[in-house]
Structure formats: C-alpha cells, structure tokens
C-alpha cells in the first residue's frame, strides 16, 4: 500500500496541484506555480526514503511551498472581496495541501502528530491533495460554470465536508461519518454538473474526460461513504488497503486528473490566450 499511496501523492504533488493552480486564470500565481517544483521535487524524494532527519527536511521543503500558497488565499480573499460559494471553494483548495504537508512532515519524520499513528498520517497526505484541493478546485470551477443552486450547493458543501471529516478526525467516527455525507453529497453534485457539461456540445476527448471523470467520482464516494459508515457502526466495510486501490486511485486518476484535463481544455477553447473570466 505504501508504494501505490507514494505514487498517488507524487501525482497531487507534481501534477494536479501546479494544474489546478493554472486552471485559476489570476496572474497572482504565476509566481508560486514556477517556483512550484522547486518545492515539489524535495517533497516527492522525501517519500521514498527512510524515516529520519533526510526525509523530514525534504518534506519541509514541500510544507513551506504549501504554506506559501496557503498565504494566497487571504490576499485573495483581500483583494476580491468575494465569498461568492465558487470564491470560497477556491480558497479552500488553496489552504488544503498545508493540511497534507504538515501530515507529511509529521509521518516522514515518524512523529504521531495530536495522536494520530504513522498510517493515518501517510493516508491524510493524499486525502487533503485529491479529497480537498482537487475536489475544492473542481467544484469551484463547476459553479463557475453553473452558477445555479445545485453548482452553489457543490461549491459550499465541498469544502464544508472536508471540514467535518477533518474534525471528525479529532472528534471520533461518528462526526468523520457527518462530514462524508456532507462531502459525498457535494461531491455527487459535482458529478451530476459535470456529467450535464459533458453534453452540452463539447469536443469528443473533453466530454469523455468528463463523463469519466462524473462516473468515477460517484463510485469512489459510495466507497468512501461505506468506509466512514463501518467506522462508526462497526458494520463490514473495506480496508485501508482496499481503499487505496480503490477509492485513493480512483480519485486521482479518474476523477482528480480527467477533471483538470478537462477543464483545461475547456477553458483553451474559451480562452485562447490561457485567461479565464
């Protein structure tokens, strides 16, 4: 599990969060988004090496990238004076990957962060890269593009669900359940939206990148939501292990990595010159 796990946050690391970062259309990133893999390499070496001094210095290479993004997000919130419901989950998905490094830098150097073990940490690194800043991203850009109740209930419980699950992780089970509802429901909203994008008349690559990208996110969080129901009742459900093949890939490659393509390419085709509106 920990080298599929490892594989799955070197993509969050070097790919999705630069993407998403480009996808936002404001110059104000340019910066941080060149400088990017400077802090993103470290942090992707930092997983494949031992536990110790070596790898806890790489990983707070990483952490210092994320906390420098995560400072953008109330000078943009100063600089826009907007908490439209796609505003905020836009900022949301800029504060998420500090979350995952400070996981990172815990776990690589085998501390157990507010009594959290080993294994939970290496598991919330990935979860705050795909689970908050890719979803918080995409759901920001689907009410955007459908600025309608259903895209402002996307926007608004996205973010809100990656809350809960957070708190939930100091809370206890049953609070973790009450943010995967929450998320599951944003997160199915999500699908639905981007499912409807795929049939209003886009290119045939785009439209398959969004239909597989819809599909995959409604199955990865029945998976999810199965998993925080068994914690707190006690009732089967899979393991770790299983959800990482499963719910972990499913999301970032079907969901997370169709989704920025997609909208990529949307916005491209909108947008020659790379500016969004």
Known sequence: MSVLVGLI????????????LRLLGD??????????????????????????????????????????????APWRLARTRSIRPAEIALLTALVTPSVAALALVAE???????????????LTVPHFHFAGFAAALV????????????GRFAA??????T???????????????????????????????????ARDGRDRV????????????VATMVLALSWALGEATGLPHPTLTWM????????????????LLAWRRIQDRTHPEGRTA
Do not use: K, Q
């Not at 608004?156 to 669900?161: E, F, K, Y």
């Not at 990482?244 to 989704?259: D, K, P, R």
């Open 139 to 150: 759901a920001g850009l689907v009410c955007r593009g459908a600025d309608r109740p259903a």
């Open 206 to 217: 785009t439209r398959v990148l969004l239909a597989t990208s819809a599909v995959v996110l």
């Open 244 to 259: 990482a093949a499963t719910h972990g890939l499913g999301n970032a490659l079907g969901f997370a990595l169709c989704s």
């Open 108 to 122: 690589r150097a085998g501390h157990e962060l507010f009594g959290f073990g080993l294994g939970i940490l290496a």
């Open 27 to 72: 110059p104000a990133f340019d910066r941080i988004r060149r400088l990017w893999p400077l802090f993103a390499v470290p942090g992707a070496v930092a997983l494949w090496l031992p536990r110790g001094t070596t790898a806890t210095a790489l990983a707070c290479c990483y952490a210092l990238g994320a906390l420098l993004l995560a400072a953008h």
């Open 163 to 197: 809350l809960l699950v957070l708190v939930g992780y100091f809370v206890g089970d049953r609070a973790e359940l009450a943010g995967a509802v929450v998320l599951t429901a944003g997160m199915w909203t999500v699908a639905l939206l981007t499912w409807r994008t």
């Open 9 to 20: 946050v070197m993509l969050g690391m070097l790919v999705i969060v630069p993407a998403g």
């Open 156 to 161: 608004l419980s996205v973010p809100l669900g």
